[in-house]
């Protein structure tokens, strides 16, 4: 019996290595069947299967087959596979393809222009998508570029702007608490919220223009872009801003008075620990000449 003892332990031992094996074997070949897939479905004439076979390229971080098929996909001839295409990019962290989001940003679409924007902002090239923000919430353009500004007749039809809403999956809007409301306004194919969301991607925006426009929002005739531009406004965390947030408090909407309440106390704290320019640059006292 003692003699078969290592015959036995090498045929276990190479039951063991095939199964490995057979397990890698299987594990590749699922693998590579997913791929196929995946490509031949962004090859697909229908315009949906592209689309969603492109937009699940954005679970694929770090994967650089997934990257080069969705920046291929930014040149689909339709604008629902562009979009996805912006979308995922965005989402597996591409920053190596910024450029090609940047280009995207002259999208004749602006679905595909939303896209790429919100994919900037998430890749922090935030200069870009800044610019988009800004013409959205206005409608006028910020500089000489006009990044969606000339796209002003599709920005002011409110079923396009509600579609651009659904289709960045931002109907929740979150800022202020106010999801659920924003989101049955949303329903009502009104294009506020997706103004509202501009206003609130602003926040961080340096351009003192950016401010002003902020400001002026927050005279907009609906609440919910009121409601998100005190929000960004005391998110900027510019004191200079209190005295027109302050005016707010008395706005005949609760969600846009409260917001603009916790606004002035915020921006009120705050004020104490900045110094004016002119009091940087004026010239510091000796305490020797106090003597």
């Known amino acids: 019996m003692k003699r078969h003892l290592p015959l036995l332990t090498c045929l276990i031992l190479a039951a063991s290595i095939y199964s490995a094996a057979q397990q890698a074997n299987d594990s590749d070949s699922a693998e590579q069947q997913a791929w196929d897939m995946l490509q031949t479905s962004s090859a697909s004439r229908r315009t949906g299967d592209r689309a969603n076979a492109i937009r699940a390229l954005g679970l694929l971080p770090d994967n650089a087959r997934a990257q080069k098929m969705a920046e291929e996909a930014l040149h689909d001839p339709k604008p629902e596979v562009r979009t996805a295409a912006a979308t995922a990019l965005g989402q597996m962290d591409a920053t190596s393809s910024i450029p090609q989001l940047e280009k995207a940003l002259a999208d004749t679409n602006v679905h595909v222009v939303m896209a790429a924007a919100h994919s900037l902002r998430e890749l922090k090239d935030n200069r870009a998508a800044y610019e988009v923000y800004y013409d959205l919430l206005t409608g006028a353009r910020k500089t000489g570029d006009g990044l969606i500004a000339n796209k002003l007749e599709i920005l002011k039809s409110p079923q396009e702007l509600a579609k651009i809403g659904f289709s960045q999956g931002i109907g929740f809007v979150p800022f ?40 002026d929002a927050t005279q907009d005739k609906n609440w919910i872009v009121r409601a998100a531009a005190v929000d960004a406004i005391a998110h900027r965390g510019d004191n200079s801003l209190l005295p027109q947030v302050a005016l707010c408090c008395h706005d005949k909407n609760a969600k846009v008075r409260f917001s603009a309440a916790a606004a002035v106390i915020h921006l009120s704290d705050i004020a104490p620990s900045r110094e004016t320019k002119e009091e940087k640059d004026a010239p510091k006292p000796n305490p020797e000449h106090r003597k």
Do not use: F, S
């Open 176 to 215: 202020a608490g106010i999801g659920w409301d924003a989101w049955r306004t949303l329903r009502k194919n009104d294009p506020n919220p997706v103004r509202a969301v501009a206003a609130t991607y602003l926040a961080r925006d340096p351009d003192p223009a950016t401010g002003q426009a902020l400001v």
